[in-house]
Antibody, heavy 122, light 110 residues
Framework: EVQLVESGGGLVQPGGSLKLSCAAS????????IHWVRQASGKGLEWVAR??????????TYAASVKGRFTISRDDSKNTAYLQMNSLKTEDTAVYYC?????????????WGQGTLVTVSS | QSVLTQPPSASGTPGQRVTISCSGR????????VHWYQQLPGTAPKLLIY???QRPSGVPDRFSGSKSGTSASLAISGLQSEDEADYYC???????????FGTGTKVTVL
């Protein structure tokens, strides 16, 4: 069974930091790109960041809204991805999902975690 | 900051056909495949359609997708009460070098 389990969410003051983790199992984590997607309460989905596999040199890319403040990383030995969030703003308040997907001629996989809530408030 | 535009709502009675549009630009839908998600309240999104018109195993054939130019659409035929959910389109954007989602459409079964 495929599982993506996020952790590390919580309440943090504006300007503070938080590090989210995403523990994966049941699929080839090391060969897969990992994304973080967030969703503010009652709002739509917003893509946050992606890290590719070792074969793709662990290339990273970020949404403009978080670039320079957030850092995505991974530890393939632990099947875990991370999102380090610094200089947090109230508008970063959201449920953060870890997700991995790939679509090709042989089919598709598209996995999501249950999400972890980050609240930025004083 | 959604880049893809969807109507905020759509509705129909059981058995009817509902269509949801997704409008983008050349850097996203115009040059990359479109995918569709269904999100039930309090749950993570679930893949409904990938690569414009492909259904993952387990997704009923009542759901279909299409793409033309810089727009895409999701059709739900034979609408059922369990189809009441939020629907999002998604695509990679070459200019932003990131994934973009639609604004979301809430489907209501009357």
């Amino acid at each position: 069974e495929v599982q993506l389990v996020e952790s590390g969410g919580g309440l943090v003051q504006p300007g503070g930091s938080l590090k989210l983790s995403c523990a994966a199992s049941g699929f080839t984590f090391s060969g897969s790109a990992i994304h973080w997607v967030r969703q503010a309460s009652g709002k739509g989905l917003e893509w946050v960041a992606r890290i590719r596999s070792k074969a793709n040199r662990y290339a990273t890319t970020y949404a403009a809204s978080v670039k320079g403040r957030f850092t995505i990383s991974r530890d393939d030995s632990k099947n875990t991805a991370y999102l380090q969030m610094n200089s947090l703003k109230t508008e970063d308040t959201a449920v953060y999902y870890c997700t991995s997907y790939d679509y090709d001629d042989s089919g598709a996989f598209d996995y999501w975690g249950q999400g972890t809530l980050v609240t930025v408030s004083s | 900051q959604s880049v893809l535009t969807q109507p905020p709502s759509a509705s129909g009675t059981p058995g009817q056909r509902v269509t949801i549009s997704c409008s983008g630009r050349s850097s996203n839908i115009g040059s990359n495949p479109v995918h569709w998600y269904q999100q039930l309240p309090g749950t993570a999104p679930k893949l409904l359609i990938y690569t414009n018109n492909q259904r993952p195993s387990g997704v009923p054939d009542r759901f279909s997708g299409s793409k033309s130019g810089t727009s895409a659409s999701l059709a739900i035929s034979g609408l059922q009460s369990e189809d009441e959910a939020d629907y999002y389109c998604a695509a990679w954007d070459d200019s932003l070098n990131g994934r973009v989602f639609g604004t979301g459409t809430k489907v209501t079964v009357l």
